[in-house]
């Protein structure tokens, strides 16, 4: 992964198994930024953000 990179996943909501992975995977160390959109995730991996979970809620 590139310094300052970015990661679309999508279906992180689509069953219990993809919830749990993609809560370890906002949990990991390289990862210094997350936006959860219910249906898909993005996850930032810039070391000059703060690090900060968003879930976008309607």
């Known amino acids: ?3 300052k990179g970015i990661i679309v996943i999508d ?11 993609w809560k370890e995977l906002r949990h ?3 990862v210094y930024g ?3 959109l219910y249906r898909c995730g993005i996850l930032f991996f810039d070391p000059t953000l703060n690090r900060q979970h968003y879930t976008w809620a309607l």
Not at 11 to 21: F, G, L, P, V
Request: no cysteine; net charge negative; glycine share 0%.
């Open 28 to 30: 990991h160390d390289l």
């Open 11 to 21: 279906d992180i909501n689509h069953s219990k198994e993809m919830a749990r992975a």
């Open 1 to 3: 992964m590139a310094e």
């Open 34 to 36: 997350s936006v959860d």
